[in-house]
């Protein structure tokens, strides 16, 4: 694991687009696990501004987002499909068939939709890089407290806690959706590489649980230690309730010097 520490969510993203944007450069076929989230949107600025000034080829790069709320259409705009075409697909050059979000509108047998979505990250060969944020509960993706560390793509009851957290951004009154279709932590594990990216106090505490607690079902993101090639970037304020914080300072100047081309 490699905690990459950085100044504020500017740094943060910046450094996470960059480390995106190598990995496509190097593989064009990438597939690209992508997440949403307030976090990311530094994330996806940054690697339109590469791709707009021509330094960043999309066409080629098949993408499975993480998740989707149950209920919503694509064009609803607090849905995670609205939000990948506002804030990245509209402004690259992806091509549409490679674009993969789960569909918030199935009803019905949810089991053999969410393994269809799973054999189709087969059938593209594996997620290269996942992108994942962090819920202040620990989750990634909607993997919920109490997940299982096995799971695989379904349909997910959403905790009390992230149900308040997403109130903010539905508008007063109208109910938030209370499900969702998220990857599971057993499919996110098979990424090659995991980049987790944390920004600001709120959290801070998800943070320290994950990187340095046990690694339990309560904390879905502790499950990323089980993982051999995890990134986490993580501003001032999400380490500070790190405890090893000189340590990880000091592997990432060693790492500057023998392996450079993991922070690049
Ligand atoms: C949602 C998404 C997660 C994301 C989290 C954090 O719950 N399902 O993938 O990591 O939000 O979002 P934010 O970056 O807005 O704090």
Known sequence: ????????????????????????????????????????????????????????????????????YLGLSPSHPQSFHHFMREN???????????????????????????????????????????????????HIGFNEPTSSIGSRTRLKVLSQETLDDNSKSFTPGDQSPRCAITMGIGTILEARKILLLATGTAKAAAVAKSIEGPITSAVSASALQLHPEVTFIIDDAAASQLTQRDYYHRVLEMTALLTPERLS
Do not use: W
């Open 1 to 68: 694991m490699l905690v990459i520490l950085k100044r504020d969510d500017e740094e943060s993203s910046r450094q996470a687009a960059q480390l995106i944007a190598s990995a496509v450069r190097k593989k064009p076929t990438l597939t690209l696990g992508l997440a949403t989230g307030v976090t990311m949107l530094g994330v996806y600025k940054h690697l339109v501004r590469l791709h707009k000034e021509g330094s960043l080829d999309f066409s080629r790069v098949v993408t499975f987002n993480l998740d989707e």
């Open 88 to 138: 990245f697909f509209a402004h690259v050059n992806m091509a549409s068939q490679n674009i993969h979000i789960p569909d918030g509108t199935i009803r019905g047998n949810y089991d053999e939709y969410c393994a269809g979505y799973e054999e189709a990250i087969r059938k593209a060969g594996g997620i290269d890089v996942q992108l994942l944020g962090i819920g202040r509960n620990g």
